[in-house]
């Protein structure tokens, strides 16, 4: 298998091009050392993330879009892996 790995600074991007399948798949993580004051702000933000943007303001918008984009699906996930707090954006 062919691994492309990009680092972009900040982060890394990992590319992994193939013919096999006509769906493509973007996975982001945003990983941080856990504290107890940002639990409630960081699984808020993972929920307005995938709800609304300045273009969509609102959930409808948002899903309209997504169809006009051949039935785009996202979703996140909020978890912790020992002292790190991890949002996950598919």
């Given amino acids: 298998?062919?691994?492309?790995?990009?680092?972009?600074g900040s982060y890394k991007?990992?590319?992994?091009?193939t013919d096999k399948f006509k769906t493509?798949?973007?996975?982001?993580?945003?990983k941080r050392k856990l504290k107890k004051e940002e639990i409630t702000l960081?699984?808020?933000?993972?929920?307005?993330l995938l709800c609304s943007t300045?273009?969509?303001?609102?959930?409808k918008e948002m899903e309209i879009e997504s169809e006009n984009l051949y039935n785009l699906?996202?979703?996140?996930?909020?978890?912790?892996?020992?002292?790190y707090g991890i949002i996950s954006i598919n």
């Fill in 1 to 8: 298998m062919e691994y492309i790995d990009f680092d972009m």
């Fill in 13 to 17: 991007l990992h590319i992994i091009p």
């Fill in 24 to 30: 493509v798949n973007i996975s982001i993580n945003f």
């Fill in 42 to 48: 960081r699984n808020f933000l993972n929920d307005i």
């Fill in 54 to 59: 300045k273009k969509y303001p609102n959930s």
């Fill in 73 to 83: 699906q996202a979703y996140g996930n909020t978890s912790v892996s020992g002292k």
